[in-house]
């Protein structure tokens, strides 16, 4: 209890400093415009430029659940948040370098190929059954 306390007490900055940040993002952002661009008659366009911006993005999963929620309240649609929230837990555009570095440039093209194709079966899948 003391070593996760301590470890809360840590990470507590830096929780509320993304919460606000994702609640600032969210009122400069009306929901028409989310629900447009997220959640547009053309599925296949928006769930590749989401899938696209969380292959980029780098986000902590516990931040991303919510922020997800937040967009598909806003208007976003299912499918298109699960390829957004996939591809930014599963695919790493920005660690590549590292991963690179460790694991060898052909096994890092690989997993995070592979990955972005499971990502968009996983959206397509989640989009079908909700």
């Known amino acids: 209890m003391k070593k996760s306390k301590g470890m809360m007490k840590n990470m507590i900055g830096e929780i509320i400093a993304i919460i606000l940040l ?3 993002v969210l009122s400069f ?15 296949s366009f928006t769930v590749i430029i989401a899938a696209l911006a969380g292959s980029i993005t780098l986000i902590p999963a516990f931040v991303a ?28 555009i920005v660690t590549f370098p590292l991963e690179k570095k460790k ?28």
């Open 29 to 43: 952002i009306p929901p028409e415009v989310i629900k447009n661009y997220l959640g547009g008659s053309n599925a």
């Open 65 to 92: 659940f919510p922020l997800v929620g937040s967009l598909v309240d806003a208007g976003a649609s299912m499918i298109t948040a699960v390829a957004f929230l996939t591809t930014l837990t599963m695919v790493g």
């Open 103 to 130: 694991f060898g440039f052909k096994f890092a093209v690989l997993r995070n190929s592979l990955s972005f194709v499971f990502a968009i079966g996983i959206a397509l899948v989640m989009g079908v059954i909700l």
């Open 22 to 24: 994702i609640g600032l």
